[in-house]
């Protein structure tokens, strides 16, 4: 079946614009995830939903970042006023239950803030 | 603070042999490993699993346990010059965070033909 879907797959905008970011979870599954991968950096956690809800945005870097899930499937990432730290790449997963389970990770989206 | 540590590599390995990755983690209470790899320019890839102290065998890759120890480590059988990638690591720890993946830095493993 069909992977986690995300859009854009390249976002490229100037330092203080706002940039949206999208999430297509897999059919099915109930927890959706976000997060970051900066160069030489690891991967960090940035936000957790369980359907619509999110229980845990303790990753959120700050104030500038939100996100929001719909009808339990897609999710979206927004960063109002950019800056170019948060030049990364935004991976969002998937798991069918949240708890101890396998996440399957979507293409990314490469963000790069001019 | 939660940590996961892997040796950062390069690790160099020639075709058909066994490339050995480690991985260690600092919240005795883990429940829940994983191996992702991650070519260079791509999202990670879930490759391997493990819950339980042992042996888990899936093709050519094994996945060992030990919470003992706080070690889990990747074996990757008759090595392919496909299986170069970085190798993250990742954990689910315990408490109320049990759907939060904390990663390792990744070994990169490149297989020479």
């Known amino acids: 079946g069909a992977g986690v879907s995300q859009s854009p797959s390249n976002k490229v905008t100037e330092k203080g614009k706002d940039v949206e970011l999208r999430c297509d979870p897999i059919?099915?599954?109930?927890?959706l995830y976000w997060y970051r991968q900066s160069l030489g950096q690891g991967l960090e956690f940035l936000i957790y939903?369980?359907?619509?809800?999110?229980?845990?945005k303790s990753g959120l870097p700050s104030d500038r970042f939100s996100a929001e899930r719909t009808g339990g499937s897609v999710s979206t990432l927004t960063i109002q006023r950019t800056q170019q730290e948060d030049s990364a790449v935004y991976l969002c997963?998937?798991?069918?239950?949240?708890?101890?389970?396998?996440?399957?990770f979507g293409d990314g989206t490469r963000l790069s803030i001019l | 603070q939660k940590e996961v540590e892997q040796n950062s590599g390069p690790l160099s390995v020639p075709e058909g042999a066994i490339a050995s990755l480690n991985c260690t983690y600092s919240?005795?209470?883990?429940?829940?490993f994983f191996w992702y790899r991650q070519y260079s320019g791509k999202s990670p890839e879930l490759i391997m699993f493990?819950?339980?102290?042992g042996d888990k065998e899936d093709g050519r890759f094994t996945a060992q346990l030990n919470k003992a120890s706080q070690y889990v480590s990747l074996l990757i059988r008759d090595s392919q010059p496909s299986d170069s990638a970085t190798y993250l690591c990742a954990v689910i720890g315990s408490g109320g965070s049990n759907y939060k993946l904390t990663f390792g830095k990744g070994t990169l493993l490149t297989v020479n033909p």
């Open positions: 997963a998937s798991s069918l239950q949240p708890s101890n389970q396998p996440q399957h």
């Open positions: 493990i819950y339980s102290n």
């Open positions: 919240d005795r209470g883990s429940q829940s």
């Open positions: 059919s099915g599954h109930t927890a």
């Open positions: 939903f369980q359907g619509n809800s999110a229980p845990d």
